[in-house]
């Protein structure tokens, strides 16, 4: 990798990986990798971290991709380069996109917000506070998720969360051996593992088995994890795309991404409750029939909460492919 003129300084490349490596992934996998051209950034997937039975299409690692790279595109931003977005530029269908950073920019104050939230963005899988998210949040979180084409709708009419929470536990059932054995390769792992959900990140078992809940681990590591009470009336929210293919995949990861940092801008944090979403017997049944018709690509629980154990990541070294 050189360091010409016409190249990105060594310096600039770790601060946009780190930025972009920081984004959710489906149980931490981290299915993506990185390579460097000249002024551009090229986001590819690493299918060797697909969850092939939960996810034959590829569908979450793309939304993975996504996430991170919103978060490339924030942090150039952020370092005063623009950068021009190409999704699947070649024929080769794990090129997820190109980033191309061609001139210099003064990053909004808004772009420096969300960029400061990416450290503090986690996953939290802990009970959070019983009290609602204030309209005029969901309503920042709704334009977050129409910024990058997607949209987003909170669910708090009690007879349609009642219904979302059933085909969470439909789900639930429905799963099959292969995907659970799948599931237990990637959670409940060693604290210093820099992939997968340590038994530390996964949060306590809900006392109510009614609660919209994903247990990573169910029936696992029970005397470490313990019970807890959760939030009678959690806040859930549904992301949607207006199509259904790969290029709306990695739309949904960006939408989703930049939900959660601004949700994190406003002290909100969430967690993910996609078993109906990986089920395709109940998949299209998580769209609300009053919202605008959509694909549903991803449902969660939003609310406040303390700051709960954060997941690893791996070195940049490892994400970044040689020349």
Same mark, same amino acid.
């Given at each position: ?142 334009? $977050? !998720?129409?910024? *990058? #084409? ?5 669910? /708090?009419? =009690?007879? +349609?969360?009642?219904? %979302?929470?059933? @085909? ?93 940092? $601004? !949700?994190?801008? *406003? #002290? ?5 409750? /996609?078993? =109906?979403? +990986?089920?395709?017997? %109940?998949?299209? @049944? ?38």
């Amino acid at each position: 990798m050189t360091t010409t003129a016409e190249h990105l300084a060594p310096t600039l490349i770790r601060q946009l990986i780190t930025a972009a490596v920081a984004a959710p992934s489906v149980h931490n996998t981290q299915p993506w990798l990185f390579r460097i051209d000249h002024d551009r950034v090229h986001v590819l997937a690493d299918t060797s971290r697909q969850l092939t039975a939960q996810d034959p299409e590829g569908r979450a690692m793309l939304m993975s991709c996504g996430a991170a790279l919103l978060n490339l595109r924030l942090a150039a931003e952020h370092y005063g380069h623009t950068g021009t977005v190409t999704l699947f530029p070649t024929s080769d269908q794990l090129h997820i996109a190109t980033v191309d950073l061609h001139g210099r920019v003064h990053p909004t104050a808004m772009v420096d917000e969300l960029f400061a939230a990416i450290p503090n963005r986690h996953t939290n899988r802990m009970p959070y506070e019983d009290r609602p998210v204030p309209p005029a949040v969901i309503e920042a979180l709704t334009e $977050a !998720a129409r910024q *990058e #084409g997607a949209d987003f709708y909170a669910v /708090n009419e =009690p007879s +349609e969360r009642r219904r %979302l929470v059933d @085909l969470i536990h439909d789900a639930d059932a429905a799963q099959n051996p292969e995907v659970m054995a799948e599931s237990r390769r990637w959670t409940g792992v060693e604290d210093s593992r820099p992939d997968g959900v340590p038994a530390g990140a996964l949060g306590p078992i809900p006392q109510d088995p009614a609660t919209p809940h994903r247990d990573l681990a169910p029936g696992r590591l029970i005397s470490a994890r313990g019970f807890a009470v959760f939030e009678h009336d959690p806040t859930l929210a549904v992301l949607t795309t207006n199509n259904d293919d790969r290029t709306a995949w990695v739309t949904a990861g960006q939408g989703l991404q930049r939900v959660l940092l $601004a !949700a994190t801008v *406003e #002290g909100l944090v969430a967690t993910f409750a /996609n078993q =109906p979403l +990986e089920a395709p017997q %109940l998949r299209w @049944l998580v769209r609300d029939p009053d919202q605008p018709i959509g694909y549903p690509q991803m449902l969660f629980r939003l609310g406040y909460a303390p700051t709960a154990p954060a997941t690893l990541r791996r070195p940049i070294e490892d994400v970044i492919l040689g020349d």
